[in-house]
């Protein structure tokens, strides 16, 4: 199993809590880290047809299996469960009992808020990020390849073909799991909706628009969007909420939380074709973007980032709020430290002053620099801000 940085922040919930809750994507390695960090618990996956019908038609008498506790995942698939999970934990309240792992929000949290409030933590895991694959040995050699790679374990652990697992993974998952959560009639036209949003990362989004390309209407493409969103495919970013000019864009940024997931979508196979691609740039932000999430989330802490915009065109991709400063953080896929690529932070340290801390600028290039007060940070070398 390549080590998890949400190791460390799982099990100290563990002492404290008589449930757990671990979501995010599937396949994104939620059940290999439960899995390994609990080895003493006995497991259950409600995906297996008869173990959900067992847990289903005797909720009691499944649950009665595990005394001392167990890993069940994809529990949502049994939302019963989660009254009785209740029920076990208030007579029982021993922490690190249950451990459940979802790969959908809308079914988990739901049973979570319903019946475990209170009593469970809760874990979003996302794909692998670079301080992971840095630490596995495991980090590609180019920034490309990288962007290409995503982060999905399959594709490092087993050495696979990003392009085929990747194509794989959209007919599994993306067209079988997420369209029949909606109950989507017209395949072709849900499968050109992904591809517009995978299109449109790093955008800000325009759901009309959105919606009028796809053919659908403005309701439709917000609750798809909603759902692809609740699957761990996506972010919306907010725009930064503090007026510090009252001529700020208020639309939320779109990205896809794996770049090889969007470059897929994008018909992006290999490195060549990303090199000259009009959307590199975009994909290149969108990794920096999701990187600060992983990070984030793998320590428990709640997303708390947005960007900043105004109406001249000024925007800062990354507005982070850490111990009452904001953290300003730019990405460019340009490989040269030049002057117009700090131009935007440097409008952002005027109109935020004693507010603002110091300045990052992730980029493509090899080389640590600080010009103007602004860190420029070589990819490979970057840590995203906690």
């Given at each position: 199993?390549?080590?998890?940085d949400?190791?460390h922040?799982?099990?100290?919930?563990?002492?404290?809590?008589?449930?757990?809750?671990v979501?995010?994507?599937?396949?994104?390695?939620?059940?290999?880290?439960?899995?390994?960090?609990?080895?003493?618990?006995?497991?259950?996956?409600?995906?297996?047809?008869?173990?959900?019908?067992?847990?289903?038609?005797?909720?009691?008498?499944?649950?009665?299996?595990?005394?001392?506790?167990?890993?069940?995942?994809?529990?949502?698939?049994?939302?019963?469960l989660?009254?009785?999970?209740?029920?076990?934990?208030?007579?029982?309240?021993?922490?690190?009992r249950f451990?459940?792992?979802?790969?959908?929000?809308?079914?988990?949290?739901?049973?979570?808020s319903?019946s475990?409030?209170?009593?469970?933590?809760?874990?979003?895991?996302?794909?692998?990020?670079?301080?992971?694959?840095?630490?596995?040995?495991?980090?590609?050699?180019?920034?490309?390849?990288?962007?290409?790679?995503?982060?999905?374990?399959?594709?490092?652990?087993?050495?696979?073909?990003?392009?085929?697992?990747?194509?794989?993974?959209?007919?599994?998952?993306?067209?079988?799991?997420?369209r029949?959560?909606?109950?989507?009639?017209?395949?072709?036209?849900?499968?050109?909706?992904?591809?517009?949003?995978?299109?449109?990362?790093?955008?800000?989004?325009?759901?009309?628009?959105?919606?009028?390309?796809?053919?659908v209407?403005h309701?439709?493409?917000?609750?798809?969007?909603?759902?692809?969103?609740?699957?761990?495919?996506?972010?919306?970013?907010?725009?930064?909420?503090?007026?510090?000019?009252?001529?700020?864009?208020?639309?939320p940024?779109?990205?896809?939380?794996?770049?090889?997931?969007?470059?897929?979508?994008?018909?992006?196979?290999?490195?060549?074709?990303?090199?000259?691609?009009?959307?590199?740039?975009?994909?290149?932000?969108?990794?920096?973007?999701?990187?600060?999430?992983?990070?984030?989330?793998?320590?428990?802490?709640?997303?708390?980032?947005?960007?900043?915009?105004?109406?001249?065109?000024?925007?800062?991709?990354?507005?982070?709020?850490?111990?009452?400063?904001?953290?300003?953080?730019?990405?460019?896929a340009?490989?040269?430290?030049?002057?117009d690529?700090?131009?935007?932070?440097?409008?952002?340290?005027?109109?935020?002053?004693?507010?603002?801390?110091?300045?990052?600028?992730?980029?493509?290039?090899?080389?640590?620099?600080?010009?103007?007060?602004?860190?420029?940070?070589?990819?490979?070398?970057?840590?995203?801000?906690?």
């Amino acid at each position: 199993m390549i080590p998890r940085d949400a190791s460390h922040t799982l099990s100290s919930l563990a002492a404290g809590y008589p449930v757990l809750a671990v979501t995010g994507p599937r396949q994104s390695g939620k059940t290999t880290l439960c899995r390994a960090l609990f080895p003493a618990l006995p497991y259950a996956s409600l995906e297996d047809p008869d173990t959900r019908q067992f847990a289903q038609e005797d909720t009691r008498g499944f649950l009665a299996q595990y005394p001392d506790g167990a890993v069940l995942d994809e529990a949502q698939r049994c939302p019963d469960l989660f009254a009785y999970l209740q029920r076990r934990v208030d007579e029982d309240p021993r922490p690190g009992r249950f451990v459940l792992t979802g790969s959908q929000q809308f079914g988990l949290m739901s049973g979570i808020s319903q019946s475990l409030a209170g009593r469970v933590a809760l874990l979003h895991l996302l794909p692998l990020g670079i301080a992971e694959l840095r630490a596995g040995g495991l980090l590609p050699p180019s920034l490309d390849r990288l962007l290409l790679d995503g982060g999905y374990p399959p594709v490092h652990d087993r050495r696979l073909d990003p392009a085929i697992w990747y194509a794989n993974y959209v007919q599994t998952y993306l067209e079988r799991d997420v369209r029949q959560l909606i109950n989507v009639r017209d395949l072709a036209q849900f499968q050109r909706f992904v591809r517009l949003c995978a299109g449109r990362t790093g955008q800000l989004l325009n759901l009309s628009a959105l919606g009028d390309e796809a053919g659908v209407s403005h309701n439709t493409a917000g609750q798809w969007l909603s759902v692809l969103e609740a699957s761990y495919l996506i972010h919306r970013l907010p725009p930064h909420h503090r007026n510090f000019n009252k001529r700020l864009v208020k639309t939320p940024k779109l990205y896809f939380l794996d770049t090889g997931l969007a470059a897929r979508l994008l018909g992006i196979e290999t490195e060549s074709q990303l090199a000259t691609h009009p959307l590199r740039g975009a994909l290149f932000e969108t990794w920096v973007v999701s990187e600060h999430l992983k990070a984030r989330f793998n320590r428990g802490l709640p997303a708390n980032l947005s960007f900043w915009r105004d109406r001249a065109g000024h925007e800062v991709d990354l507005i982070i709020e850490r111990d009452n400063r904001l953290w300003p953080v730019e990405a460019k896929a340009g490989s040269t430290i030049t002057a117009d690529a700090s131009r935007s932070l440097l409008r952002w340290l005027d109109v935020a002053a004693d507010a603002a801390a110091e300045p990052t600028l992730v980029y493509a290039g090899e080389h640590a620099q600080t010009r103007n007060g602004v860190k420029w940070i070589p990819w490979r070398e970057w840590q995203p801000h906690v």
